[in-house]
């Protein structure tokens, strides 16, 4: 057993120290259990990728291939069988691999020991047919042992701790294995290569850790590579023995020496035309990058997660629905993916890419993976924007200064032609055929033609530009002016190749041109005809313009004033200071001036003139002259004088009148009462002292404002309606109105108000006179409040009086005792009916004896002294109603009552109103299993009420007039007790607080129950 045991460790030990690339594969489940130090070296995938990846992507099986398909070819297969698979790397690139596989069944499970070596290129090409297997299964440690060495290429050697071998795999070239084994391992290798193989055995000895070293040396023609593993072999922990593996791995060096050699020329070919590749695997949605695409996003290498979804975040927003386009087309219609789109950076910048793939499918032609190549394009697209940018530069450039360009190539005898050159001539691409001779006959005006053959034929002659200006005739029929230049362009030879030119719109400056020569020819006979003097100067201020304006005004001729100085010939010497001070302006390039001055005439009289002067200044900005009109305002300025002084006299007149409204307005201010003035549209234009007292609102925020400000919003209305407009009809006008302070307080005005006049009976404003009559209505609002609660109170102790006075109490409380004193005494004597009878007789006198108690309670009422005070109405419905919770436990009735509900008025009556009403709800809810009773705080038409409304019986909204006078019920006794008092009783408590109760309801909707309290706070 203990033997068993060694060997297992042994072969584990081999296992991990073969050079060969080996896994041990479960068949069932094509998952990887283990593989070797090898294996990973080759492909790069540790064993938890490697069970990610999955058996068929790792050796890229066809799609008609299943995983478990190719184990069971494995395991079928016939002994020293050897297939040849294609495998990936983790780098992305393709390794060829010799593939045998050997059937091993551990605890009952079957298992695949696969054996990979790599293969050059050229080999690939060896016809295989399928993956071999060791026929013969390991039935024990040693067999299988023995069978992994004995058909392993490489040179196995089990090794005593001094190095002497105890067994080897293969014979040595010249020597059997027999005549081996016993032999030290030091004398097969170069004496200088010693060393290197006792380092190696004593580390692993010492460590008992496998180590692998790798040897070379120089043959004839080549250089041969053996990579060594050394594995230790151990008992209770200690090294007895070492395992060696040789492989002559100089193909494989050679093979991954060319295949890094082609990966980085590829890679270096990527990144010389900044393209990178790309897998997309669909379904994991996994995305594989070359290192150049996170190079390309400014990425750290490894910090790309691997999915679409992180890709398509670094899309454009606006460019993400044509990605997704795209991909849709390449899957559903196997079109190659081509997409321009931006991408956004992680440094934030903004790029142009071009995504190009192709989709790969199964064999059910499910799409698998798409692979393919990104490229930043940033810089053609910039290029190409730059272009476009230039082009449309230029035909906006030739569109503005309307410039068109042409080539005509000599050998075509065609025109190449500008968009702008099309709208010069009027022409469409559609009917220019591009000929000279279409351009000369249909588009060139008929008198301008030999002109233009002239042209051409010296600028052929002469080889020399020869700038033209003609006419050319649209096909609308406008005639325009255009102005032409050409340039010759030859070949090698010195011949003419084509001609380039420019042909310029110049028929608004033609038109210009004319317009200027109209505007002198007018600009001449408006200096001879116009009222006003022209007299230009030279810079040296002396005379060169003098027209016949100037001799009427001053009386000199022009052939006396040319030449002269102003001053001392039209301008008095004693303002030579003023006049430079205006001419060095003028000399200056300031704006012209305007200026009047005293100016003599011919016959030495003094008039007054008006002076308009501006420099005159050429196409350089130089100021050569100046140029004047002159107006004689002699007469002007005389009557000006006169107006000014009836302004003065006015001015006077006004200050005098201003005066005297100044002390009215003083009178006015002094009054108590409000006093205030408007426009004839009621605007606010005076405000005085008494109304900032009556309103709160001083007088500087008052004006301007309308006087509907101090009116509450609903007699804004009435006061512009009945009060202002026929005041305007009237002239005066007089009304009690509702007026509020800035404090929002409300109070009553009498309202006095008149039309005011101007000093030509013309209506010119209106102004009130205002009394605070708030005491006086309130007095009155009392007296009528008494008023009719004495009625009330003497009705109701009028029907009160009635019946009391039939001593109704009496009888009954005799009827009710006697009753009680029968149905105690003679109980059984008495048959079921007159039980019955006698209980009725008590019923019906107790419901009397309570009667009488509501119409005293009434009364009360009416006749008892009001208490008031300020009371919490929201506590006062609490205590109410934990009475009658107090009294019907068993009621599960959800109560909703709003929070400070606080208000004046007389705690007692209100406690009985409240009273009244939530018995009602109370009562009215008491068949439902979920009853709801709520008081809370309501605003209606802009005012608060208070309103208790239930979910019960309700009734029908046609007697809502009935519910509050007495003895109205619209239920019957057996449906709901009561009297018909209650509502009546709440009535009159809510008139005595001034306000007013009304109800809502439906029928089996519930009933609402809305009052009000107007006692004053």
């Known amino acids: ?239 007895i023995a070492l395992t060696v593996a040789s492989r002559d791995v100089s193909r494989w060096r050679n093979t991954l020496k060319a295949l890094e050699k082609s990966q980085e020329h590829l890679r270096h070919a990527l990144e010389a035309s900044q393209m990178s590749t790309w897998e997309w695997d669909l379904e994991t949605n996994n995305v594989l990058w070359s290192d150049g695409v996170e190079s390309m996003f400014g990425m750290e290498s490894g910090s790309f997660q691997g999915s679409y979804e992180a890709f398509f975040n670094l899309v454009h927003p606006d460019d993400r629905q044509l990605l997704n386009v795209r991909i849709q087309q390449t899957l559903e219609h196997d079109v190659p993916l081509y997409v321009e789109h931006r991408c956004i950076y992680p440094d934030g910048s903004l790029h142009w890419l071009n995504s190009r793939g192709k989709v790969y499918r199964d064999a059910s032609a499910k799409p698998q993976r798409i692979i393919g190549t990104i490229t930043d394009i940033t810089q053609r697209r910039e290029s190409e924007e730059a272009l476009r940018q230039s082009e449309f530069l230029l035909a906006k450039s030739q569109e503005i200064a309307h410039i068109g360009s042409y080539s005509w190539d000599v050998a075509s005898n065609k025109y190449t032609w500008s968009d702008e050159m099309y709208r010069i001539f009027g022409l469409t691409k559609e009917i220019f055929d591009g000929s000279p001779e279409s351009v000369i006959e249909n588009a060139v005006h008929p008198k301008d033609r030999n002109k233009l053959y002239e042209g051409q034929k010296h600028l052929l002659e002469t080889k020399k530009p020869q700038p033209m200006e003609f006419r050319i005739t649209r096909p609308d029929g406008g005639i325009r002016h255009v102005y032409a230049n050409a340039y010759l362009n030859f070949d090698n030879q010195g011949n003419v190749k084509s001609t380039i030119g420019t042909v310029q719109d110049i028929t608004e400056r ?251 009976g013309k209506r010119s404003g209106l102004i009130g006179y205002s009394i605070d009559i708030s005491d006086r209505k309130a007095a009155e609002a009392q007296i009528l409040q008494q008023q009719k609660a004495l009625e009330t109170a003497n009705r109701e102790l009028e029907a009160f009086s009635y019946s009391v006075s039939h001593d109704l109490r009496a009888p009954l409380r005799s009827i009710d005792g006697f009753s009680s004193v029968i149905y105690d005494d003679y109980y059984d004597l008495l048959d079921d009916e007159g039980k019955h009878n006698l209980q009725r007789i008590r019923h019906n006198t107790q419901r009397m004896a309570a009667l009488i108690d509501d119409l005293l309670q009434l009364s009360r009422v009416t006749r008892q002294e009001f208490h008031k005070e300020h009371i919490n109405l929201s506590l006062l419905a609490r205590d109410v109603i934990q009475k009658y919770k107090y009294e019907n436990p068993d009621r599960d009735v959800k109560i909703i009552i709003d929070e400070n509900m606080n ?61 509050f006078g007495a003895f109205q019920r619209l239920h019957s006794p057996d449906e709901f007790s009561g009297n018909g008092i209650g509502l009546a009783t709440v009535s009159r408590i809510i008139q005595r607080h001034g306000g007013k109760i009304w109800a809502e309801g439906k029928i089996n909707k519930g009933a609402r129950f809305y009052f009000t309290l107007n006692i004053p706070h």
């Open 1 to 239: 057993m203990e033997s068993l045991i060694t060997i297992a460790k042994t072969l584990r030990t081999l296992f991990d120290a073969s050079l060969d690339a080996m896994a041990l594969v479960k068949v069932d489940s094509g998952k990887f259990v283990a593989i070797n130090d090898s294996h990973s070296r080759l492909f790069g995938y540790s064993l938890e990728a490697l069970n990610k990846l999955g058996l068929g992507r790792l050796y890229q099986l066809n799609s008609q291939t299943s995983a478990a398909e190719a184990l069971n070819q494995l395991k079928q297969a016939e002994p020293y069988e050897v297939f040849i698979w294609r495998a990936s790397n983790h780098l992305g690139g393709i390794v060829n691999v010799e593939i045998t596989g050997t059937d091993i069944e551990i605890d009952g499970g079957n298992y695949l020991l696969l054996v990979n070596k790599p293969i050059s290129e050229s080999s690939s090409t060896t016809k295989f047919s399928g993956m071999t297997s060791i026929a013969e299964a390991f039935h024990d440690a040693e067999a299988k042992w023995r069978s992994i060495t004995e058909h392993s290429a490489d040179h196995i050697m089990l090794l005593d701790t001094q190095g002497t071998i105890l067994y080897i795999n293969h014979t040595v070239p010249g020597l059997s294995i027999e005549q081996v084994i016993g032999l030290s391992a030091y004398n097969f290798v170069k004496p200088e290569q010693v060393p290197i193989l006792k380092n190696a055995y004593q580390n692993v000895i010492k460590t008992g850790q496998p180590t692998r070293f790798e040897i070379d040396y120089e043959t004839a023609n080549d250089v041969i590579y053996l990579e060594n593993h050394v594995g230790p072999v151990l008992r209770d922990g200690k090294v």
């Open 510 to 760: 033609k038109l210009a041109e004319a317009a200027l020569r109209e505007s002198q020819q007018k600009l001449t006979l408006h200096f001879q005809l116009t009222p006003l003097g022209v007299i230009s100067f030279d810079t040296n201020f002396r005379i060169t313009e003098w027209n016949p304006a100037a001799e009427k005004i001053f009386g000199f001729t022009r052939e006396e004033a040319l030449g002269r100085l102003p001053v001392g010939f039209i301008v008095s010497e004693k303002i030579t200071r003023d006049v430079d001070k205006i001419w060095n302006a003028l000399l200056k390039l300031t704006a012209g001036t305007r200026n009047t001055n005293e100016n003599i005439t011919k016959s030495g009289k003094t008039i007054i003139c008006e002076w308009y002067n501006t420099p005159l200044i050429n196409a350089t900005g130089e100021v050569i002259g100046v140029a004047s009109l002159v107006e004689d305002v002699t007469a002007r300025i005389t009557a000006q004088r006169e107006l000014e002084k009836h302004r003065r006299h006015l001015e006077d007149l006004v200050n005098e009148r201003t005066a005297e409204i100044r002390e009215q307005a003083l009178i006015i201010n002094q009054i108590h009462d409000s006093v205030i003035a408007t426009d004839l549209h009621g605007y606010v234009t005076s405000w005085n002292r008494g109304s900032e007292r009556m309103f709160g609102y001083p007088a500087e925020e008052a004006a301007g404002k309308h006087i509907s400000f101090i009116c509450p919003e609903d007699q804004r209305e009435f006061l512009i309606n009945d009060v202002i407009n026929p005041l305007l009809e009237k002239g005066e006008h007089e009304t009690e109105v509702r007026l509020r302070r800035q404090s929002g307080e409300e109070f009553y005005a009498l309202l006095s108000l008149s039309v005011q006049h101007d000093e030509k």
């Open 903 to 963: 208000d004046n008025g007389d705690a007692g009556l209100l406690r009985i109103a409240l009273d009244n009403l939530i018995s009602n709800a109370w009562k009215y809810t008491g068949k439902l299993q979920h009853a709801e009773i709520a008081f809370h705080k309501v605003k209606l038409n802009g005012s608060f009420a208070y309103c208790i409304e239930d979910n019960g019986v309700g009734f029908d909204m046609r007697y809502v007039d009935k519910l």
